[in-house]
């Protein structure tokens, strides 16, 4: 587990009876900026709150910080570096942005005071301000500064964007690419937002249905995934769905679109036996891979 | 600072009994009619309404804070700050303990206020031991009402765990009045200060049954919180 900041194996957990997550791995290394994306109810928040201790998992490992995850002590001995950006960015509200600083404080002995300065002016957080009277924007900004300021040397963050105006989001999304850079800092943050996933992951893990289906550095997965889109001038033969080599097809109409990572030169020849009109290969981005794995046909 | 934190959770519940007590207080001094009730009476209406004050302020000073949940929040599936409470590197063990604990130390406070003033009250004088004796068995017997309050705090929403331990006890005051074995253990009945005019022997069966449901309940609380899934 060498330079992992997270690490799972075969994480499983059910609500009910009904599976959330089936047998999850995941494997985070240190400095990584970490995409995890999914559907609603993919089991995004359910492996944060795994990681964190407010679940208890029904089987499978946890790793946090190169140390197991066994006891409620090991889940704050890891907390301590440890910080959380919630999905509802609810914070106390019967205290003011000043109390929630000198509150927070005391827990991380790494806390820096450069930062929690830094930020506070960033953001233009005014210290008497009720917590209770701030935007979800302004909560947003809040939590975010006390999970930086905290000297965390992982920060883990649902929807950390969700709700915030596109200038908000852009300082958020700079402020965490510099928190990444300037530091041994690993930020592991589900989010639906692919473009900004795109914007400054450099890895990213894509579950559903509580599997991981895509798992991999960003610019490797863009460069090896390619859709090859075969069009027909009629329907198109039913052997196209059993292309060796396709990892997702899609049809509309005339037209089908594969996807496919492996001997992408293979899988256009076998595309070509099946006499289409035209056969084109493009890039792909994240979008259409997400949409490919967790759509499928 | 987890102590800062469950003070400034419970500072208005707090101020709120202060307030009720001494408006009702007030009320009482300037009510002329008063002054017309046998003494003995007014003993046992002071009884009565102090034991149903201990018993409001354990209950609503129990309430909130240990979980941070509003009943929409809890519908729609949030946590409120819970999850950032959470977080921390704190147990929740400590958690329990610590906003728990100041609930029990304030609601300790009233009685042993509201106690003390009634036994300043009183027509007959009594020992100073055993009028301290007569204080730490209210206070005892409240905690059985605290923790019972609290247990329920870890399990449902504030407005069901004010009205779930209302329930109770009304309940439990009930079969206590029909039935005299329920009242001899009855916290209830231990909350109440020796009667008026001559002191009555120490309800022990009640004390030692509220300390014993203190501690079972102390310590399912801390059970149920370790293993509450958020």
């Not at chain 1, 946890?62 to 907390?79: F, G, Q």
């Not at chain 1, 809040?142 to 709700?163: F, H, K, V």
Request: charged share 20%; net charge positive.
């Amino acid at each position: 587990m060498n330079d992992l900041v997270i690490a799972t194996q075969g994480l499983s957990k059910s609500y009910n009876g009904k599976p959330a997550l089936r047998g999850l791995d995941l494997e985070v290394p240190r400095g990584a900026i970490y995409g995890f994306l999914g559907r609603n109810g993919a089991g995004k928040t359910t492996t944060l709150k795994l990681l964190l201790g407010m679940l208890r998992r029904d089987a499978g490992e946890i790793w946090l910080l190169n140390a197991p995850i066994r006891s409620e002590m090991d889940s704050v001995a890891a907390r301590r570096r440890i910080a959380f950006v919630t999905e509802e960015k609810e914070l106390y509200p019967f205290m003011n942005v000043g109390q929630m600083i000198r509150f927070t404080r005391p827990f991380f002995p790494t806390w820096r005071p450069e930062l929690e300065k830094k930020y506070l002016d960033v953001f233009r957080l005014p210290l008497n301000l009720s917590v209770s009277k701030l935007s979800k924007g302004m909560r947003t900004q809040l939590m975010l500064l006390l999970a930086m300021a905290r000297g965390a040397e992982l920060l883990i963050m649902d929807e950390p964007t969700s709700g915030l105006d596109p200038v908000a989001t852009e300082e958020v999304l700079q402020a965490l690419a510099d928190l990444a850079a300037g530091g041994n800092a690993t930020i592991f943050f589900s989010s639906h937002q692919l473009t900004e996933v795109e914007q400054i992951c450099d890895r990213v893990c894509v579950i559903d249905d509580g599997k991981t289906v895509i798992d991999g550095v960003l610019d490797d997965l863009k460069s090896q995934y390619r859709r090859v889109v075969l069009v027909f001038d009629g329907e198109p033969p039913q052997s196209v769905a059993s292309l060796p080599g396709v990892d997702h097809l899609r049809r509309r109409g005339r037209t089908v679109s594969l996807l496919a990572h492996t001997d992408i030169d293979g899988v256009v020849d076998r595309a070509r036996e099946l006499a289409p009109v035209s056969v084109e290969v493009h890039a792909v981005s994240l979008k259409e891979l997400f949409l490919d794995h967790v759509r499928g046909e | 600072m987890l102590w800062y934190k469950a003070w400034l959770e419970t500072r208005w519940r707090f101020t709120f009994l202060i307030g009720s007590i001494l408006v009702v207080w007030l009320m009482l001094l300037w009510l002329p009619s008063l002054s017309s009730v046998p003494a003995s009476r007014q003993w046992v209406g002071l009884q009565l309404g102090s034991v149903l004050l201990y018993m409001f302020a354990a209950i609503y000073l129990a309430g909130g804070g240990i979980n941070s949940q509003t009943l929409y929040a809890v519908t729609s599936g949030f946590h409120g700050s819970m999850l950032f409470t959470l977080s921390l590197p704190v147990s929740r063990r400590r958690l329990l303990f610590v906003r728990a604990g100041l609930g029990a130390i304030l609601t300790c406070s009233l009685v042993v206020c509201m106690a003390g003033y009634i036994l300043f009250r009183r027509a007959e004088p009594v020992g100073a031991l055993q009028s301290l004796a007569d204080i730490a068995r209210a206070v005892v017997c409240t905690m059985a009402v605290y923790a019972l309050s609290v247990l329920l705090a870890c399990v449902l929403d504030e407005m069901w765990q004010f009205m779930g331990a209302c329930l109770i006890w009304f309940a439990v005051f009930l079969l206590g009045s029909r039935f005299a074995p329920v009242a001899r253990f009855s916290p209830i009945r231990g909350m109440s200060l020796s009667s008026h005019p001559h002191s009555s022997a120490t309800p022990w069966a009640a004390v030692i049954t509220s300390a014993a449901v203190c501690v079972i309940f102390t310590c399912s609380s801390i059970l149920i919180l370790r293993r509450k899934e958020y």
